[in-house]
């Protein structure tokens, strides 16, 4: 696969992203969008993706869109982004971020490197935001994970939104064998941190944040859309 370039900003010096390393093989790639963005979704955590977040996804992109935690791309690929429409892909790891842009369909988008967790080092301002099975992966207590959409606001634009999913921990269903069996796996093996997520603490962090809130918990999982970013 082609090298990509990606810029932090608008304005900044172009940064560099590596190739996609051998682990981003298409084998790998097509295996984790039939099995955890079909399988697992669906029959796991009872939420089929073209159902619920696919039409969230599509119904929520702006003229300027952040994507968070890209992945394979699989998302940008699916949402029918406009050609007008201007996006940039944030992630932690230069190889999912290479992978994601070249998987989009869209050699121009911007990709920016950094840990989400921090503020974002982006000048402008977005007014639409997703991110898509990205909390439930991040290492931290779930009052800090909360903090990504204090920090996010601020790059947003008055009339922003910004919408999601995650895979909750705790206060949904029982999981049934298959979904008890892929929670063992990931939280030992560190795909997942997220024991302690619920859906009452997410709300919270989107109504302290954003004057309109809507969630939604499909199965196992929190889904979320909130628009206008309350100014503080
Ligand atoms: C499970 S994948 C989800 C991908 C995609 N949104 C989807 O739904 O298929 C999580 C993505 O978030 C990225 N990621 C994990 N922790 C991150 C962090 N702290 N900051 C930015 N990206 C992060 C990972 O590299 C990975 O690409």
């Not at 206060?171 to 619920?198: P, Q, S, Y």
Request: proline share 6%; hydrophobic share 40%; net charge positive.
């Amino acid at each position: 696969m082609a090298t990509h370039t990606a810029a932090s900003t608008s304005s900044d010096p172009p940064l560099k992203v590596k190739p996609p390393q051998a682990v981003y093989t298409p084998w790998r790639l097509a295996v984790y969008d039939i099995w955890v963005l079909g399988i697992v979704s669906t029959w796991a955590w009872g939420c089929p993706i073209s159902q619920y977040l696919i039409p969230l996804f599509r119904s929520n992109v702006g003229k300027n869109h952040l994507d968070i935690g890209a992945g394979t791309g699989y998302y940008l690929r699916k949402a029918h982004i406009p050609p007008s429409a201007q996006l940039t892909i944030v992630d932690n790891e230069e190889a999912a971020l290479s992978v994601a842009i070249a998987r989009s369909n869209r050699p121009d988008a911007r990709g920016i490197v950094t840990d989400i967790l921090q503020p974002l080092p982006a000048t402008e301002k977005f007014d639409s935001v997703s991110m898509y099975y990205l909390l439930h992966c991040l290492p931290v207590p779930v009052a800090v994970k909360c903090r990504v959409f204090s920090h996010l606001k601020k790059d947003m634009t008055a009339d922003g939104v910004i919408h999601g999913a995650n895979v909750l921990g705790c206060g949904v269903r029982k999981d049934n064998w298959f979904a008890a069996f892929i929670r063992r796996g990931c939280l030992k093996h560190g795909v997942f941190h997220n024991r302690e997520d619920n859906a009452y603490e997410f709300e919270r962090a989107l109504r302290e944040n954003f004057h309109q809130v809507e969630t939604w918990v499909v199965g196992s999982i929190f889904i979320f859309r909130a628009a206008r970013p309350i100014d503080n």
